[in-house]
Every structure is written in C-alpha cells, then in structure tokens.
C-alpha cells in the first residue's frame, strides 16, 4: 500500500486485537528475550550499572506541621541520589545544572519510608540526564505510592582536564525509550527560555484586574519575604560547591513562607517549574533568597524565587544563581483545594509578573498535557498554535522515538530482503516496515523529510500542499489522498512533520509525523477527515553509503482490514510500495534541489 495509507488513519477508537499473530517469528535473539525481562544468562538479576537507590525513614525532625515530610528536605534526598547516580557514570564530580518540571502526587507522613531510585538515562558531551522515582512506603500496611517523577541534569567537572563522558548502553526497553527521548527533551530545555519570550512577545495575556473584587484581595508586597543564608561546608561537596539540593531547600522555605502570608494558612507544594541553575556558590557565599507571590488563581498560586550569592566585602556584586517559579495550594480537612484570596500587584514589575504568572500557568499546563501524559490518552489531533508548538514537536518525535524502542516487534514476512514486522499490545496493532538501500543517509532524510515528494513514489498521495513552514525543523501539510475503498469519499490529512538529525553516533535520522488541527484547514463536505497519531521514518547510517529505512505506523480500526491484508500474505502492496520508494531514493540520491525550502537543517 502506499505510504499514506500507512499514516493516514480514521478517528474511530482503537481497540484490542487477538493473537492472530503470536506465531510469527521473533527478530530478537533468545539472549535479547533475557534482557526484556531483566535477567542476565547467568540467572543473575539485571540492575542498571549507574542506579543509585536511597531509601529514608521519615521522622519528627524531617515533618511540617502536618505530620508531612517537607518538600525542601525531599528535595535535598532527591538531589543527593540523582547526584551519586551521575557520579557513578562520570567518575568524577558532578554538579546540578537543571531540574525539569516536578509534580508532586501523594505526601509522606512521619513514620513512612522514602523511596528514591536514580539512574543515567543518557550522558552527551559533559552533561547527563538522570531519571529518578520517588514513592513511599507504609511499613505497617506495606502499601506503596507514587510521589513524583523528576528529570535532572548534572554536569561532570574536573580542575585540571575537560569532561567527555562516555555513552550509556541501554539494555532493557525501558532504558532504551529514554536513552532515545532524552534528546529530545534536552532539545525541548535549550529552547525553554526562548519559548516564554515568544509567549510573551507575541501574545496579549489579559487579566481581570479590574473586574475583581477589591475587598478580598492582598497586596503582592505584602507576601514578600527576604532571607539570607551562610554556605557552611555540610552544605556543600567534596569540591566545596553548594548542594543545588541544598539549594532548593532553601527556596522552598522562602517560598512556603510567602504563600503563606498570602492564605494566611499552611500552604502544599504542588509543582516545580522547569528551572536552571545559572552559575555555582561555595562554601564561604551569603545566599540571598528573596520571594513574592507573583498570581492567585482560584485555588492555586504561583511564587516566585530569586536566589543571588555574594563574598564577605561584596554585597554589591551579586551573582544570580537560579530564579524558580513553585505552585502551591491550601488543602482543607478532606484535602480539597481551597478557595484563595486575589493578590493586588505592584505598579510596573509587580504588574509584569502578574501577567507572565498566567503565560506561564499556560505553558505548564501545554507541557503537562502535550508532554507527560501517555500516548495512548491522547487525542488524535491536537489543536495547532505558536504558543503549543515546541511541546508538539517534542511529542512527535518522542512518541516515534518510543514505538521504535519497543522490543517486541515480530517478523511477519520478508519479499527480497523487504521486512515487515508487527506489534501487538492492548491498544494498538502497530507495523514496521525494513530495507537498505544504496543512498548516503543524509541524502535519503532529505529527500523523504519534503512530503511534497511523495506522490512520485507513493501512488495513495494525490497531492500535498506546504501550509506553513513552522521553522528548519518542523512543517505543516495538507495531504489529499485515495480512499481504500471505491465506494468511499477521498481522504484529506492536516499532518506536522518534525524532523531530527541524529545526536550522537548510532542514533536515527527521524521523521515523525502526527495530526493536527488548523483553523485554517476545517474538515469539509468533499474528503472525508483522516488521521495519524504516531507516524515516520528512521534512518540508520550502516556505511558503505548504505541506509536502512525504516516506516513505523500504529494503526487505527479503520486501517486494520488493510494492514491484516498484507500481513496475511493477501496483498503485496507493502512490499510494492516500499520498493517504489527505493527506487525514487536512488534515481534522486545526486539531486540535490529537490527540497530547497528544508535544506537549511
């Protein structure tokens, strides 16, 4: 079939598949089988090289006033466990450069134990990504719940010599989805301060300032809270540089004091924006943290946190070490938010960081929504706007990332060394389709990253029109196809591609494709509107000018009586199709005007 076809799915909920399957060959080798399930040949259980876990019992000492553990001491265990594990890889210290965004999902009362499990997902140049899972433990019931999930970055540093870490080796699927994914989402960190300036450039943030009742609301500076503290050595490393744990614990002291004055309660700490920490402070720096209740939504509030650092003798030379934005809410007896006052801001910046507090709630909410959530609870397409576009390409391109990650795909048949393999779980019947072809990589990406190539290989695509050049790496079009079946009108698509060059060596090139929606571009009465959810190509460099590409698609219902056509050996429009993209590869692997408008990658 054609390559739209592949990616070109219906609307219609997906739905489990039987086994019809299960008796086709594995393309893993039983030693592969063993690393699934996390076994080693020797029976031996497999364990991470880089994991680092800690385990804590909560005491008196560790609890605020509820009886909970404080989230600045959390942090403070969460940093050091991620700290070792980034140690253990780097051989050498490291120090916390970053913390993505954390949601905090159950408390831990005195008594429970801390859980926390670190490991390297991925190391680049001189920086890592490093997982971690916090849950807690009751040892009376020995029941167990999830806290929060973190994502740090630590930077390795010698005094005398510069870093190059050596790479990770992912081994379970696990591992090798985030091996995949983690650069992505370092891509996603790069761009973060660019995409709030965008926001705010190019968007009016509207508030309500004046239709809010006067009566109820609290004046910003009222919440303000200044605190200095002395960096002592049991503050701070071997090297002598502060724990940013350390640090974080501090801020959100600062910050609790300040939500507080705002509800005149006990505030809980919800979440932690996606912060950068700016530069180092050693033992011997007076850290000034200085906080302000920036927004009061109905039953949340964002606080702001600036942390500087100066020497004995230097007041006036302050270094800016990180700045933070925390959410806190105010929990009643059933633990239900409760109603908050509004908070009156300051003239001038006062007012700037009002509005920027509401861009910001936006931004979180796009990252939680678009980014964390599981694919299979999404929906097809996504409603397209400037404001969204970073989070949707890094969902793209993770979620092509992940289905390739996945260990069991199964051999389903092979026509003169076409492969194509299926992949069978709850939600979806997913496809693969393998060959190598004798086209430079780089040459091959280029050429099938322009979908306005793909009707002169790809019979199903009747047209393709470029809607919007999004930027170098990210393109919107709208696709008119075939129907598969006669008596069924044409389909339309409004399709994002994102494409990557590979990160390191052994990685893909990618080209990830997935629906959305464009005011722009309504269903009309003369197609019938299709979707994709997840969608693309990789392509590996195997050298000798030699490529192998590879088609992955999860398909929908609407796309299955197709796909079991082919995989049942009725139909070998598969194979047909792949082998026109072949040869349309390499009649134009020395053209290199095909795609004038992508080139500049």
Same mark, same amino acid.
């Given at each position: 079939m054609i390559m739209k076809s592949f990616e070109h799915q219906t609307e219609e909920p997906r739905k489990s598949f039987n086994s019809m399957f299960s008796g086709r060959l594995s393309r893993k080798s039983a030693s592969s089988a063993d690393d699934r399930d996390g076994t080693m040949a020797d029976g031996e259980e497999y364990r991470n090289p880089t994991e680092v876990q800690m385990s804590q019992l909560v005491l008196p000492c560790h609890t605020n006033h509820r009886g909970e553990l404080s989230v600045g001491q959390l942090l403070k265990w969460i940093d050091t466990t991620a700290c070792l594990s980034a140690e253990r890889h780097a051989g050498c210290p490291c120090v916390t450069a970053s913390m993505d965004d954390i949601y905090f999902e159950h408390t831990i009362s005195v008594g429970q134990v801390v859980n926390i499990k670190a490991k390297v997902n991925r190391a680049f140049n001189s920086s890592m990504e490093v997982g971690i899972q916090v849950a807690s433990e009751d040892l009376c019931s020995e029941k167990q719940w999830s806290v929060c999930k973190a994502l740090a970055t630590f930077v390795a540093h010698r005094e005398l010599s510069k870093v190059k870490l050596k790479q990770t080796t992912p081994r379970t699927e696990e591992e090798k989805t985030e091996h995949s994914v983690a650069a992505e989402r370092r891509r996603m960190r790069l761009v973060y301060a660019d995409t709030i300036k965008d926001l705010l450039a190019n968007f009016t943030i509207k508030d309500d300032l004046e239709s809010r009742?006067?009566?109820?609301?609290?004046?910003?500076? =009222?919440?303000?809270?200044?605190?200095?503290?002395?960096?002592?050595?049991?503050?701070?490393? +071997?090297?002598?540089?502060?724990?940013?744990?350390?640090?974080?614990?501090?801020?959100?002291? &600062?910050? !609790?004091?300040?939500?507080?004055?705002?509800?005149?309660? #006990?505030?809980?700490? =919800?979440?932690?924006?996606?912060?950068?920490?700016?530069?180092?402070?050693?033992?011997?720096?007076?850290?000034?943290?200085?906080?302000?209740?920036?927004?009061?939504? *109905?039953?949340?509030?964002?606080?702001?946190?600036?942390?500087?650092?100066?020497?004995?003798?230097?007041? +006036?030379?302050?270094? +800016?070490?990180?700045?933070?934005?925390? !959410?806190?809410?105010?929990?009643? $007896?059933?633990?239900?938010?409760? !109603?908050?006052?509004?908070?009156?801001?300051?003239?001038?910046?006062?007012?700037?960081?009002?509005?920027?507090?509401?861009?910001? *709630? =936006?931004?979180?909410?796009?990252?939680?929504?678009? %980014?964390?959530?599981?694919?299979?609870?999404?929906?097809?397409? %996504?409603?397209?706007?400037?404001?969204?576009?970073?989070?949707?390409?890094?969902?793209?391109?993770?979620?092509? *990332?992940?289905?390739?990650?996945?260990?069991?795909?199964?051999?389903?048949?092979?026509?003169?060394?076409?492969?194509?393999?299926?992949?069978?779980?709850?939600?979806?019947?997913?496809? #693969? &389709?393998?060959?190598?072809? #004798?086209?430079? $990589? $780089?040459?091959?990406?280029?050429?099938?990253?322009?979908?306005?190539?793909?009707? @002169?290989?790809?019979?199903?695509?009747?047209?393709? @029109?470029?809607?919007?050049?999004?930027?170098?790496?990210?393109?919107?079009?709208? &696709?008119?196809?075939? !129907?598969?079946?006669?008596?069924? *009108?044409?389909?339309?698509?409004?399709?994002?591609?994102?494409?990557?060059?590979?990160?390191?060596?052994g990685d893909p090139y990618v080209i990830a494709l997935r629906s959305v929606t464009l005011p722009t571009h309504r269903e009309t009465p003369d197609y019938k509107r299709g979707e994709t959810l997840c969608s693309g190509f990789c392509l590996w460099d195997e050298g000798d000018q030699l490529t192998k590409v590879s088609y992955y698609n999860q398909a929908t219902t609407g796309f299955l009586n197709y796909l079991t056509t082919n995989v049942a050996g009725l139909s070998s429009e598969f194979y047909t199709t792949f082998k026109a993209c072949e040869q349309f590869l390499l009649n134009n692997r020395s053209n290199n005007d095909l795609a004038p408008s992508l080139q500049p990658l």
């Open positions: 009742d006067c009566s109820n609301m609290v004046p910003a500076e =009222k919440t303000r809270v200044e605190s200095v503290e002395l960096v002592l050595p049991p503050h701070a490393n +071997h090297q002598g540089n502060t724990f940013g744990g350390q640090i974080m614990a501090w801020m959100e002291n &600062v910050a !609790t004091i300040a939500a507080s004055r705002l509800c005149r309660g #006990h505030p809980t700490l =919800k979440a932690i924006e996606m912060f950068h920490f700016r530069g180092p402070s050693q033992v011997g720096d007076r850290l000034v943290l200085k906080a302000i209740v920036n927004n009061a939504f *109905k039953h949340s509030m964002e606080v702001g946190v600036c942390v500087e650092a100066y020497r004995q003798g230097d007041e +006036h030379q302050r270094r +800016h070490i990180n700045s933070a934005f925390m !959410t806190f809410v105010v929990l009643d $007896a059933d633990d239900q938010p409760q !109603t908050l006052p509004w908070i009156r801001p300051q003239p001038g910046d006062g007012e700037r960081r009002y509005r920027e507090a509401s861009a910001r *709630k =936006k931004i979180r909410l796009d990252r939680k929504y678009i %980014v964390s959530c599981k694919q299979s609870e999404m929906p097809l397409s %996504v409603p397209w706007d400037p404001s969204n576009q970073v989070y949707l390409s890094y969902n793209n391109v993770s979620s092509l *990332k992940m289905l390739v990650a996945k260990d069991n795909w199964t051999l389903s048949s092979e026509i003169n060394q076409v492969r194509l393999y299926i992949l069978e779980d709850d939600k979806f019947l997913s496809f #693969h &389709v393998e060959m190598v072809v #004798h086209v430079e $990589a $780089a040459q091959a990406f280029q050429l099938l990253s322009d979908l306005r190539q793909r009707p @002169e290989w790809d019979k199903h695509y009747r047209s393709v @029109e470029l809607v919007q050049q999004v930027d170098e790496d990210d393109v919107i079009y709208h &696709v008119i196809s075939s !129907t598969l079946h006669s008596d069924a *009108k044409p389909q339309d698509f409004v399709i994002l591609a994102s494409r990557r060059r590979p990160c390191d060596h």
